[in-house]
């Protein structure tokens, strides 16, 4: 009987000690449920506040962004801008390291003489006759005395009265010649340097299109 | 047995006590919930109203700004690298445009 008694006490504790655990455990559970969500609520209230004042500050955020990324964009434009002209005028030293070979003789493959004879007979097509000097540095008047009786024929075959003088007195230039009339109302300038420099201001798009850089 | 009676009527007590225990808890908890609760909503108002006098914004307005400058890097970098494109493409074609402007330059017939 004794131990009966005994053994139902026993039960009996044990389901109490068991009961009393389970009721800290869920309380302690509760307590942490509550916790993470006033957490989370905190957060949420924290982040809506961030979201009201980037509202507030959108203008200045804005002006502040546009400001740097367009200095960003500026930089770039001007990089790739520099990039096209270094391209282009590349391509206008080169020809006018190569003109300055032919102008010099250096050049084999191409006939100075006969360069210089266009840029003459050009020159008196342009001003139309009559008495024209010619100017040239002092190696081209070297060449052009030399070839001064062929080029008047063509010069007078071209225009109806012609009459083709030197000028002795050589101008600095890297070729080709300047022309005027006797009384100076007419001048066509066709030196090396100004043709390059013609070429130069109509070509340039169309030397930027054949490198491919526009 | 009345022993386990008089045993059952301390277990009842202490069950009592570990549900009053589990009360106090639980209401610890909720204070501190509605402390945290009440300190983030002082925070926040806090905050948007000294936001309201631009001040306070310092750390918004830098992270704007760096993030805007890396947006710029990015665009330099892009830029940098169609300036890489162009020097290709400008050296492979360099001799056809040499030529071009000869043809103009030099009067060959």
Redesign the interface.
């Known amino acids: 009987m004794a131990e009966e ?1 005994l053994e ?2 026993a039960r ?2 044990e389901r ?1 000690v068991e ?2 655990e389970a ?2 455990k ?3 559970e ?3 449920r ?2 993470r ?3 989370e ?3 949420r ?2 982040e ?2 961030e979201r ?3 509202n ?2 959108s203008s ?2 804005k002006a ?2 546009d ?3 367009g ?3 500026l ?3 001007r ?2 801008m520099e ?2 002209e270094k ?1 282009v005028s ?3 030293q ?2 006018e390291r ?2 300055r070979e ?1 102008a010099e003789g250096r050049d084999e493959s ?2 100075y003489d ?2 210089l004879s ?2 003459i007979l ?1 020159g008196v097509e342009a001003i139309g006759g009559g008495d024209i000097i010619i100017q040239a540095n002092e190696r081209d008047l070297e060449r052009i005395r030399r070839m001064l009786k062929e080029v008047r024929r063509e010069a007078e075959r071209r225009v109806e009265e012609v009459n083709l003088k030197l000028d002795g007195k050589p101008i600095e230039a890297m070729g080709g010649v300047i022309l005027r009339s006797v009384d100076g109302s007419k001048i066509y300038y066709n030196t ?1 340097e100004g ?2 420099a013609r ?2 201001r ?2 340039e798009g ?2 930027a299109e ?4 526009i | 047995m009345e022993r386990v009676v008089s045993i059952g009527g301390r277990l009842q007590r202490l069950l009592e006590e570990a549900e009053e225990e589990a009360r106090r808890c639980i209401e610890e908890a909720r204070g501190r919930a509605e402390a945290l609760l009440e300190e983030a909503r002082r925070e926040a108002e806090e905050r948007l109203e000294r936001a309201k006098r631009g001040v306070g914004v310092d750390d918004i307005l830098k992270r704007e700004e760096e993030e805007a400058k890396k947006e710029a890097e990015r665009k330099i970098r892009e830029y940098r690298r169609r300036v890489r494109e162009v020097e290709k493409r400008a050296k492979e074609n360099f001799e056809e445009a040499v030529s071009l402007v000869l043809k103009e330059v030099l009067p060959l017939g």
């Open positions: 008694a139902l006490e009996l504790i109490v009961r009393r009721i800290l869920e309380a302690e509760e307590a942490e509550i916790l969500e006033a957490e609520e905190a957060r209230i924290r809506e506040a009201e004042i980037l507030l500050l200045d955020l502040l962004r400001r740097i990324i200095a960003g964009e930089e770039g434009r990089l790739l990039a096209r391209a590349t391509v206008f080169e020809v190569r003109m032919i191409v006939d006969a360069v266009h840029l050009e090396l043709r390059l070429v130069r109509r070509l169309r030397v054949v490198l491919g850089v």
